[in-house]
């Protein structure tokens, strides 16, 4: 019973980590994203709510989102957001600061909608969900980051670019790091919005922009 269950679970982590991205790279459906984000999420969220209902009670943890969490994500956001201005003015110089030049109008829209309906979604399936959900596959903490991020890396590729990915990879990093310590959907989401924000801001958004590869 228990080997069936094991096998069960990682068929589900083949289909929805590597053959669902597969999918949707190989047939350029990064257009509809969110109709694939947002499935995903609706799935993993009665799994959670009907599998591990005791985790999925104090899936937010608000009491972790306290200064003394948000002061080194806040550091390392600084350091980061200048890391993102510096590539881009090194690989796409044109693009630096695109919205902000030629789209002003949407910010105040990009920096609430952002984090609802791209951050909170990707923050529930690759941390809360993944975490819980595949622990006895990735039992140790620095093997569980690491599968967090190549596969939340891979869900990038979708994008038909190499910039996506690799950053994808190194957030991935940093968000399953944070979530690793705190176990904070609520902390976690609002660093991963920073990010997104910040990257859209610079130039980096086109990157991560479904339209761009239809294009």
Request: aromatic share 20%.
């Amino acid at each position: 019973m228990i080997v069936m269950k094991n096998k069960l679970l990682a068929l589900e982590f083949l289909l929805l980590c590597i053959c669902l991205p597969s999918v949707i790279i190989a047939f350029r459906f990064a257009p509809y994203m969110f109709f694939f984000l947002w499935s995903a999420t609706l799935y993993c969220f009665f799994i959670l709510r009907f599998k591990h209902n005791e985790h999925f009670l104090d899936i937010w943890k608000w009491k972790s989102v306290t200064w003394s969490n948000m002061k080194p994500i806040l550091i390392r956001f600084v350091i980061a957001t200048i890391g993102m201005v510096a590539f881009i003015y090194a690989v796409d110089p044109d693009r630096i600061f695109g919205i902000v030049r030629d789209r002003p109008q949407i910010i105040p829209f990009l920096l609430v909608i952002y984090p609802v309906l791209s951050a909170l979604p990707q923050e529930f399936i690759f941390c809360s969900f993944f975490f819980e959900r595949y622990q006895k596959f990735f039992p140790r903490t620095i093997t569980m980051i690491l599968a967090s991020a190549l596969v939340f890396a891979f869900a990038h590729v979708l994008y038909i670019n190499w910039i996506a990915p690799l950053l994808s990879f190194i957030a991935g990093i940093i968000f399953a790091t944070t979530y690793a310590k705190t176990k904070s959907l609520a902390l976690v989401t609002i660093e991963h919005g920073l990010y997104g924000n910040a990257l859209f801001l610079v130039g980096l958004g086109w990157y991560f922009y479904g339209g761009a590869v239809a294009q």
